[in-house]
Structures are given as C-alpha cells and as structure tokens.
C-alpha cells in the first residue's frame, strides 16, 4: 500500500539505509558538522497517521544561521516531523500540519508526497545568488508566501553577534527572517537523523546565509558636501544597489524619492538620466516612462513640486547597479550659510513574500544627503584710522579671479557704509575700488577677500575696507582762513621790525 506523505527508513536494510542517506544529502544543503551517537526517544501520545506504532521523535538538535546581519531576527517553520517505530527499529517521516495545509491549497504541489520531497534538488545554500531555481528553493520559496499570508506560526531563534541559532526538535525546517533590512534567499535546513557506523546518529543543521542588500550614495560635483553660487547648476548624481530577491518572490518593491529644499531647482527631465549598470536607458522628458533598447518600461518618473520620484520595476533591471543623474539649479531661495539639502531615499522591499518594506535613513552624514551651502560677503566701509566713521558711496566690482576678467558683481556702499553681496561660494574674491566716498582718496590695488566655512559667521564674511581723507583747501570763513591770516600778519609785522631796527643801527655806526 502506497503511503502518502510519509517515507520509513529502516536501519537494518542496507538499501533503507542508503535512501536514507540519500535523502539527507540531498535535504542537507547545510555545511556538514560531526553527527553524535544518539538513543532514539519519543513521544508516545503523538502517533504517524499511518503508523500508530511509530512516535514522534523528540530528540533536539541545534539549527546554527550565520552571516546574520547583527539585530536581525529569524524564525524556524518547521515542513518534516520525525517519527521511530522501536519494534521494527524504523525512522518514517510526515509532513507537519502546517505544511500539509499549504499543499492541500497549491494547485502545483496538492500530490507531493514525502518521497517527492526528497527527490528535490538544492541550489548551493553556502554562496553565491540569492536567486536559484532549484526545486527545493521554488517549493520552500512558495511555501514561505503562504507562511506570510496565513501567519503561520514559528519558533523565534536567537541571534548573538552574526550568528542566529535555535533547539529544536529532529525534522526538516524553512528559516525566515522577521526583522530585517536586507533580503534573505530561502533557507532549509534539517536536524537529521541518520545511521553512522550501524548507529543512530544527530546531526546539527548549519547554514551560511544567502543575503542581499539595497545601497544608496549620493553626491554633487563629486562630493557629499559642497558650496555654490546662486544660478549655478549643480550635478548631482545617485548611485543605487540592487538586492537580489530570491525565486518567487512577491514583494519587490524598489522606489528613489529625491526631495530638493527650496533653494534648488530641478533643471527638468531634459537633463536626467538613468543607466541600469553601464546600460543608458531611454527618459521620455514628457510621460516619465524609463525603456531599455527592448522598449521594456524599467522606471516611471513622476515629479511634483521639490520632489522627484523614480520606482523601478525589478523585472526588467539587468544588472545589480543603478545611476541616477539630474541638475539642480541654486535658486534666490537659498539659505545663507544653511543647508541647502537635497537628499534621495531608497524604499525597498525586504519582505520578499509579504508586503514589509525598509528605508533607507536621511542623516546630515547620510550617504543619501548631499549638504549644499551659500555664503556672503559684507563689505565695510570707513575712515582711516577711524572705524566709527562709516562712509556710503564706495563702489565695487567683486571678481572671481586675481585677474579681474571674471566679473561676479558691482556694489555700493549705503548710507551705513555697507553693502552685502549674497550667494557666494567658497574661495578667494578681489574687490576693486572704482569709486571712493566724496573727499576720500581711490584704493589703487585689488583687495583679496577667502570665504572658508570655517571663518564665516552664520554664513557671512565680513571685509572692513579704509580710505585715507584727502586733503582739503582753506574756504573764506574757515579756521584755516583765521589761522593762516594771523601767522602772516605776524611774520609781516616781525619784518617790519627787523628792517626798522636794522637801519637805525647802520646809522648809528656811522
């Protein structure tokens, strides 16, 4: 009689014990650990349907997860129970409840019995893609969609470190995660129990986990921290990692938002591009439809007000890599000496067979957020040797190059004696004087002015700019007039004198 769902091994037929090793080869994509001589027992309450001498085996062994991403955790769905008949010295196996209800539903896997199970085939479960179609990975990748959709119920594992480990009883387990922000590949492990040397033996399930991740990097011109002028177009460029999402998967969700504060302005779609890999694909500037060279639509864009949306549709990305490359204009809105942000966010899904999804975070050190900051430039005006007296009048020409060929502005001073010229970025500026305050002489050379973050003061550097008092001639009514009319009264009446004196003596000698 064919027995549905269950397989029996038996220790004392060699061609049992061969299928029974066979079938751990084949359920043990798992790395191979040191199996221990064990004394079977059982559950005597708990019975195999077909077989009421058959006991459930409560023997225990440990399933060991590495390569688990530190605070994640992972839950163990167990598909296989065990179950020895001690009379006939038998291990048979059942499918759980669990999994018999997922099958009972499936139109692919309604007749799988336990020794289609077995006859499976494995993907390499140590290395490589996240992504198989082995006949194992399909199966446990379709039964971990049902897992989420029907919150089948799993043992919680434990995770210390990298490692993420469970106890758990003899049988065969699907491990997946519950809190994560990578994607995982589908994990079978099996606590198996197998003939070594004529003995019983257990042996552990060890697993180097499969996992994939979703990175974002941002920069413009070529950096996470930059300066720039008003009506500059600033590159800005955003560099994507794609998970690997395993077979099957339901949830594949992958979605850029790129949100611009309001000191920029995006340039237009005309501007953006996007390459899947080293591929360029095609930007419809007027439906934001993103096509390969097969006309397939890889991306939609869709823009409103500062924000930027771009969502991938997986299916048709080729490569792991993303680039995502626009223009920002700094507009009149800028922020002097703030941060002019513009910062992308990736959503991706991280629940390959449910509808969770993760974020990635907006810090000001994020590798999404690109700080963009403005400064000013204050320029003072006053007297020589007299800062309190602040004079208005002063005009400059502020130039970019020590040559004076690129020409930034031209600024007066006002009647506080200042002037502010916004919306610089970092590094040297000459001003050149071309006219002084009334009654003040013409400064001759450039004056060299550097705007560094560092020396600014809520953005703004400030320059204190002197002219000497030219020399002014005597009016009528003056003191000059006073001082200058009695010096030389004085002098003609000293004259006088000494020309009296000088010849009343000459005729007194003779």
Known sequence: MKMERTTVVKMKISIKKLLLTVMFAFLGFVT??????????????????????SHYVTNQGTIIISNVDTGDTLKAYKILDAYYNETSNVISYDFTADFKAFLAQSATYSSLSVQDYMLLTSGNIENGSTITESTLDTLASVYAGYIKQHSVEGTQMATSGTTSTVTADAGSYLILPTSTSKVYAVMVGNIAISV??????????????????AGIIKKGNGKTNISAEIGEDIPFEINLTVPQYPTNATNKKYVLTDTMSDGLTFSGMDALGISDG?????VNATTGAVTNATGEQVATITVEGQKITIEFDLTYVKSTTLKVTYKGRLNNNAVIGGNNNNSAQLEYSNDPYGTGTSTTPITLDGPGVVIV?????????????????????????VYRDENLTDLQGTVTTGSDGSVT?????????????????????????AIQVTITDADATDGVITARVSNAKVGVLPITGGMGTIIFTVSGAVLMIGAIWFVF??????????
């Open 32 to 53: 191979t650990v040191s199996a221990a001589a064990i004394t079977i027992t059982v559950d005597n309450t708990k019975s195999l349907a077909t077989d009421a001498n």
């Open 196 to 213: 070594v040397d004529g003995t019983w033996s257990l042996q552990d399930a060890s697993i180097v986990a499969k996992v994939s991740e």
């Open 278 to 282: 080293d591929t360029a694909l095609t």
């Open 373 to 397: 900051k403005t400064y000013a430039l204050s320029i003072i005006k006053h007297e020589r040797n007299n800062e309190t007296n602040l004079l208005s009048g002063a005009t400059f020409e």
């Open 421 to 445: 010229v916004k919306g610089l970025k970092e590094g040297s500026y000459w001003l050149k004087e071309t006219k002084s305050p009334a009654g003040y002489s013409l400064i001759n050379d």
């Open 501 to 510: 004196v000088y010849r009343r003596k000459n005729k007194l000698e003779v």
